[in-house]
């Protein structure tokens, strides 16, 4: 039997791989092929990938907590209670009193009516913009904007408005010229940007949603946990009416999984009949949600994570500047070093891997063309001593090859 079937597979044709391997081809011509690593341990500086002990620059983990003895024991003791899997979606019965527990915590802390979990932030933003917009409506996104934002954006049926990164002269103009014929006009920004690391002017959005009656949605996937005083993050200190629509991640700084949008009533409700993506699809683990709220509590209890981390960031600025690298307009963790030329981040990287430092090379489609980087991101577990590390390999470098192109 087993023959029969092996034998009836063998004389079969492959219709899929002779379609599939030009593209495959073209894009390690293009260098742009990526490629995965095997981590072998926690997430945490030192670690262990593909067999090799290295120093890594490259998590989102920023305050530490994804490995957090606390974070861990909650989330063993969750799973000793409510198991693993939860079992079904939020609306059939996989909403448990972790979740329930968890949107209370994440609404309080924002300062907001309510929040809603969802499985992932790229679900989160895909739901949330198209259970806002569709046919009829615009949507305006900074051209730099997260894959997620712009994909839900695109799959709203809405018309769709790119402005130039941070130009709030630009989108103005986009909204005047918008105004008339569009019914609802949703403005859509990562909080921080995810390949550049600077902020948006949420002030100058928050004034231009007003002014054109339009809704701000921010997502704050690398902002929360880390900026405003107690890592409310970039939202801190803005109103539910300033910042409407607020997303945060919780596989980031908060060191677990999964992704919130808060606001207020109308809004939760909204995205719980019609946000596609988090209707059909199962719910976290429970256990997923208890470690989130020992997690929160500890990114309030312990601001020292986020001073350290600053402190950091400081001296990684200030070492990189000295050997004459091209740094980005970043107070936050991703300190992206810019490249330019696909091979040549490609190469930079290499060599850094070569000494035990992993960074990864960041290209286009990622980022724009002609701007490959070295995306660089530090975290509260990293020590000042492991900067100096970074500083003295990037140094190496230089040595070698000389500044980036871009740089000169
Ligand atoms: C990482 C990220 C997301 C996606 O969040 P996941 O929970 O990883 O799916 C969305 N937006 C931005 C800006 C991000 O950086």
Redesign the pocket.
Known sequence: MKDRIKQSLESTVDLLSPLLEPGLEARHKAHLYRCRRTLEGPQQPETQINGRQVLAFCS?DYLGLANDPRVIETFCQAAKTYGVGSGASHLVNGHSTEHQQLEEALAAFTGRDRALL????????LGTIQALVGKGDTVFQDRL?????LDGGLHSGAGFKRYRHNDNVHLNHLLEKASPESQRKLIVT?????MDGDCAPLQALVDTSQRHHAWLMV????GFGCLGEHGQGIGAGFTQNQVPIL?G????AVGT???FVAGSQALIETLIQFARPYIYTTAIPPAVAAATRTSLMLIQQEPERRIHLNQLIHSFRTGANQLGLTLMDSLTPIQPIMIGDDAEAMEWSQQLEQVGILVIAIRPPTVPKGSARLRITLSASHSLEQIEQLLSALAHIIKQRGLPKMTR
């Open positions: 989102n969802f499985s992932t932030g790229y679900m989160a933003n904007n997260h894959a997620s934002l990562d909080g921080v940007f995810s997502d704050d996937a690398h997303m991640t919780l596989g980031k999984s999964g992704a």
